[in-house]
């Protein structure tokens, strides 16, 4: 009998190959197994509503329902939620809207959100009035320069609803803000309550930019704003950064959740640079990919539901993962681009400042006619 040696675990190693492949048929199934789940939700909550449906209502007075289509048919909601599911503004927004006067039911002026409306109610939003919106619509524009992000200018200048004149019928309204001279992706919808999700800061929505400078970004600078910068408006430190072109380290990729305003380019404008090109390449997952600068397309429903429920899911686990990674002090990870992809590289720990893990991220070059 051989004798053991106790290194046999050693000798037959699996090779790279196979390990990779096994690797990527262990994330094919669960793909598929979360899509088939995604689609048994769906399938279960289609029938809950059905059968509600044709059940009298046996809910309580004056309780609120979710969505235009679904609820109870003359049930009261609030009122800055009937204007956004009127495809009016976010929800967030229709709360300000109501607050500043504008808005009558059956001829009086209210200016509390949580007012009770119904179905059979007269809504006025200055003096049109607004019907709630059975048929929602979902339309992702690359955005180019000199287009204001807006359903409306008093100025005359060209709006971002100026592009999408041929998408829909329906009233839509853009969900964030890009700045007139920042182009890239932007989400236009008149479903109200994705546009709150969206738009929440909790949710912590990614977002990626391309950022070109005027000269190229120094390494001590690069260091500081990995492990975040303090502006006016306080700390804030980006999610991932990196050169998108080894080449030109005046292109920077950059990944970020805060939605302060103009917060890109304030972050490298503190450290003296300017700014010459902005352009945003993801948000919440969606890319620009085969859409041309100023034109548009529809989501699919795969893209609906990512939007809706994913990254529900995604902000669950970020929450359980942070805390060890913090503990093990862990300064990589993959970045979640789309139009860059992403080589991990490692960074420094900043021992003056016990921030989150930071990941700091090398891009290729992007295409050329994007």
Do not use: W
Request: aromatic share 6%.
């Amino acid at each position: 009998m051989k004798k053991s040696t106790g290194f046999e675990k050693f000798v037959n190693k699996k090779k790279a190959g196979t390990v990779k492949e096994q690797y990527r048929q262990e994330r094919r199934v669960e793909k598929k197994e979360r899509e088939q789940a995604i689609d048994q939700s769906f399938e279960e909550k289609r029938k809950l509503k059905l059968e509600k449906r044709n059940q009298p209502s046996q809910g309580k007075p004056g309780s609120s329902f979710d969505k235009p289509g679904t609820e109870t048919p003359g049930g009261p909601m609030p009122l800055n939620k009937y204007i956004a599911h009127a495809g009016i503004c976010a929800r967030r927004d229709a709360a300000e809207l109501v607050k500043s006067g504008v808005v009558t039911v059956n001829g009086q002026a209210i200016i509390e959100p949580g007012f009770k409306v119904t179905e059979k109610d007269e809504v006025k939003v200055k003096g049109k009035k607004i019907h709630l919106t059975k048929n929602l619509v979902y339309i992702l524009l690359n955005k180019p320069k000199d287009y204001i992000t807006t359903t409306e200018d008093p100025q005359g200048r060209k709006t971002v609803l100026d592009l999408i004149k041929t998408a829909t019928a329906e009233r839509v309204y853009p969900v964030g803000r890009l700045d007139r001279n920042t182009s890239g992706v932007l989400l236009l919808t008149n479903d109200g309550e994705l546009a709150q999700t969206l738009s929440h800061p909790k949710n912590q929505v990614k977002k990626i930019y391309e950022v070109k400078l005027d000269r190229p970004l120094s390494k001590t600078d690069f260091e500081s704003i990995a492990h975040g910068i303090t502006l006016e408006d306080g700390f804030i430190q980006p999610d991932a950064i990196g050169y998108a072109d080894p080449r030109d380290k005046s292109i920077i990729g950059i990944e970020i959740h805060s939605g302060r305003n103009r917060i890109v380019r304030r972050i490298f404008e503190h450290l003296k640079y300017d700014v010459k090109g902005l352009d945003r390449v993801s948000y919440a997952g969606l890319t620009k990919k085969n859409v041309n600068r100023g034109k548009f397309r529809l989501l699919t429903e795969k893209e609906i539901r990512n939007l809706k429920h994913f990254n529900k899911d995604l902000k669950k686990k970020a929450d359980k993962a942070e805390e060890p990674a913090l503990e093990k002090g862990s300064s990589s990870s993959k970045a979640a681009s789309s139009g860059f992809r992403a080589r991990e590289k490692s960074s420094r720990a900043d021992a003056s400042k016990p921030n989150r893990p930071v990941k700091k991220t090398t891009y290729p070059p992007k295409k050329s006619g994007q």
